[in-house]
Structure formats: C-alpha cells, structure tokens
C-alpha cells in the first residue's frame, strides 16, 4: 500500500510558477513509476507528466511540454512537478498517482495509487 499526499498548490499569476511536490509512504517508492494528472470539475482526469522509477525517463502531456517539468528524489520518497509561464488554462486540481508498471502511463486506469489532490488556480 502506498499512501501520496500531494502539496504546493495555490493561486498564482499568469506567467507565473509553482512547485507541486507528492509525498509517498512505505519504503517501496523507487519501485513504482509516478504520474501527475489533473481535473477540471465536470471534465475527465486528464494526463500531465509521467516519469519513470529511476527517474532517467520523462513523458509529458503535449500541452505543458517545454512549461512543466517531473522529478522526483526516492531518497525523500517525493516526486515534484515544476511549472513554469502558467496559463489561465491550467488552472485543476493536480493530483498524483503511483503505478507498479510501466505500460500506458498517459491511462488514468493505468495507476494503482492516487492522492488526495491540491488546488492550482492560475489567475489572467
């Protein structure tokens, strides 16, 4: 069981950053790849980023690619996404996910474990 606890969130500027970061438990987090997702009320959860267990490997959703970017330290159990120039469109709830494979991480169905969520609202 992994438990993720998601933080960082809140209200910025257009053009603005933030630094979301997702706190695993238990002592396996380097054997599960990570995912950030988002969700707008009343539309699907909708893929952002995706690294692998290593971290050597990067995916990202065609909409935040060259703004966003994965991390993660499986010394501190923690995975991060940076985002850079926000845009108004951008504005979700983030959330991230863990996945035991490594097969269609841009599928919501594909992960085993998801957080609670943090609030990003980017301001015009």
């Known amino acids: 069981q992994v438990q993720l606890v998601e933080s960082g969130g809140g209200l910025v500027q257009a053009g603005g950053s933030l630094r979301l970061s997702c706190a695993a438990s238990g002592r396996t987090f380097s054997t599960y790849y990570m995912g950030w997702f988002r969700q707008v009320p009343g539309k699907e959860r909708e893929f952002v980023s995706a690294?692998?267990?290593?971290?050597?490997?990067?995916t990202y959703a065609d909409s935040v690619k060259g703004r966003f970017a994965i991390s993660r330290d499986n010394a501190k159990n923690t995975v991060y996404l940076q985002m850079n120039s926000l845009k108004p469109e951008d504005t979700a709830i983030y959330y991230c996910?863990?996945?035991?494979?490594?097969?269609?991480?841009?599928?919501?169905?594909?992960?085993?474990?998801w957080g609670q969520g943090t609030q990003v609202t980017v301001s015009s």
């Open positions: 690294i692998s267990r290593a971290g050597g490997s990067t």
């Open positions: 996910a863990a996945a035991r494979t490594g097969y269609e991480l841009g599928s919501a169905g594909s992960y085993d474990y």
